[in-house]
């Protein structure tokens, strides 16, 4: 009965650096959103998926970010050529169907840019 | 623009006591509002959730009472016990029938209980 499911749980990169973060969610959801939470701040919506699917991306920076859900395997977060300011928690979550009402969110992946 | 303002920012509540926290919102479009509950080091976890057609939503210590004229929502915790010291996130949701906009969160409330 496992949840939503991120690793890894902590990454260090250095400037300059890929950032890859994986998001494995609950059995029998089939849609994934990214949300990235900065120091005492709340969790800012970044990207909505569905299997092979972007749905809404519209909080994704417009450069060195990307996503993908494929057909196999788990959804990934992409973050080209780090810098300091993407140090973060990033979440995923998921739910069975388009309702966003239904979220469950996994325990996050912190990425530290040094 | 900060679409759902949260209050306050920290709160310190003694055992047993009532923890309230609040929330505003701007856009009148938003109908389904969640709160949710993180522990450090851990993610959010759906604590409550109301939407505009009522009031007042109970579930165990946890109220949410809702005020659509003023638009806002408040949380009120009551019995307040050491284990809900956590991080409270307001959030709200317009119905968006399945298109773009996600949850947009408040900057959460770090809620300490003193036993």
């Known amino acids: 009965n496992a949840g939503v499911m991120q690793n890894p749980r902590h990454l260090v990169r250095r400037r300059g650096q890929e950032a890859r973060l994986r998001c494995s969610p609950m059995k029998g959801h089939s849609h994934v959103y990214w949300y990235r939470q900065l120091p005492e ?3 800012k919506f970044m990207v909505y998926l569905q299997k092979e699917n972007i749905i809404d991306e519209s909080g994704m920076p ?3 970010f990307s996503a993908e859900f494929p057909k196999e395997g788990p959804s990934i977060l992409r973050i080209q050529q780090v810098v300091r300011g993407d140090s973060a928690a990033y979440f995923c979550a998921s739910s069975p169907t388009w309702d966003r009402r239904e979220l469950f969110f996994g325990e996050g992946s912190r990425l530290t840019v040094l | 623009q900060q679409q759902v303002k949260q209050s306050p920012q920290s ?4 055992k047993g006591g009532i923890s309230i926290i609040n929330c505003a919102y701007e856009n009148t479009a938003f109908d389904y509002f969640p709160w949710y509950q993180q522990f450090p080091g851990k993610g959010p976890a759906l604590l409550i959730a109301i939407r505009p057609d009522v009031s ?3 579930e165990g210590r946890f109220t949410i009472s809702f ?3 003023a638009k806002q929502f408040s949380l009120h915790i009551m019995d307040s016990q050491p284990g809900d010291s956590a991080t409270y996130f307001c959030a709200a949701e317009p119905y968006s029938g399945g298109g773009a906009d996600g949850l947009t969160f408040g900057k959460g409330t770090h809620l300490i209980i003193q036993p």
Do not use: D, M, Y
């Open chain 1, 62 to 64: 417009k450069e060195r």
């Open chain 1, 41 to 43: 701040e709340g969790l």
């Open chain 2, 56 to 58: 007042e939503k109970k």
């Open chain 2, 11 to 14: 709160l310190i509540v003694q």
């Open chain 2, 67 to 69: 005020n659509k004229s």
